[in-house]
């Protein structure tokens, strides 16, 4: 069993933040990102994180990736201690845990979309790499198009292969930076049905970072950043729709 991959279906709570700051050290002096971030997902929740540029939308992002140290504060993210961790543990139990979507599609030009996807989960010694990844682009409908190179896909398509590539390790957490950044706005509809649905299908916990507050209230709820604080949560649509009788 891997150690690093997160525990029991037991766990409620899969993010934990309690009193994070983050401080940065520029010419002009320390400039605060994050003032104090107390900040709690259950998981199989669907949370859209919403606010102005410069606001640490992305920071904060980047912490709950394990990508960026806090200066003071606990971080608590699928099981682990983060601030606990060295930069080889981290490698591992983001490999393990964590599944990421950036604005940029991030693909390696000179791979198919196939390689694309199966190349991280050979990395990670996945001896069925190559039928995850096929099984993970078959999910987001580009079976067809394994063979293709980005330069040969569109931007959708791309957005498409990197969701594969996010979802292929069946992630217990699946983390989007403005996915829909750079496409068209039906394009982007598309990828977020996608998404939503993969996490779905995979029971994984999704935090979407959006300047697009619409989008943003598809989630269960929605956190609204400004200056480095929390200012609000307020509820989305998803919760405030009644579940299907069974």
């Avoid at 279906?9 to 933040?17: E, F, H, K, M, P």
């Avoid at 010694?125 to 039928?131: K, L, M, Q, T, Y």
């Avoid at 063979?147 to 498409?160: I, V």
Wanted: glycine letters at 10%; charged letters at 20%; a negative charge.
């Amino acid at each position: 069993m891997d150690p690093f991959k997160a525990g029991s279906a037991g766990v409620d709570t899969i993010i934990g933040l309690t009193g994070v700051k983050l401080t940065l050290q520029s010419t002009a002096g320390p400039v605060n990102i994050l003032r104090g971030i107390d900040l709690g997902i259950e998981a199989g929740e669907r949370v859209g994180i919403v606010g102005p540029s410069g606001s640490g939308k992305s920071t904060l992002l980047a912490v709950l990736a394990g990508l960026e140290r806090v200066s003071e504060g606990e971080v608590r993210v699928a099981g682990a201690d983060l601030n606990a961790l060295n930069e080889d543990q981290l490698a591992l139990w983001r490999r393990a845990n964590v599944g990421i979507v950036f604005q940029s599609f991030h693909l390696i030009p000179t791979m198919t979309a196939l390689e694309n996807v199966a190349v991280p989960l050979e990395l990670a010694g996945a001896p069925d790499a190559i039928e995850r990844a096929r099984a993970a682009l078959r999910q987001v409908g580009l079976d067809h198009r394994e063979t293709h190179y980005p330069a040969q896909l569109s931007g959708g398509e791309q957005q498409r292969v990197a969701l594969a590539r996010a979802v292929a390790p069946r992630p217990a957490l699946l983390l989007a930076d403005e996915p829909t950044g750079n496409l068209d706005g039906a394009t982007g509809h598309a990828i977020i049905e996608l998404m939503f649905g993969e996490a779905a299908r995979l029971n994984s916990t999704l935090v979407l970072i959006t300047h697009d507050d619409q989008l943003a209230s598809l989630c269960d709820r929605v956190v609204h950043i400004e200056d480095g604080r929390i200012r609000s949560v307020t509820q989305g649509t998803a919760r405030a729709r009644p579940k299907a009788a069974e």
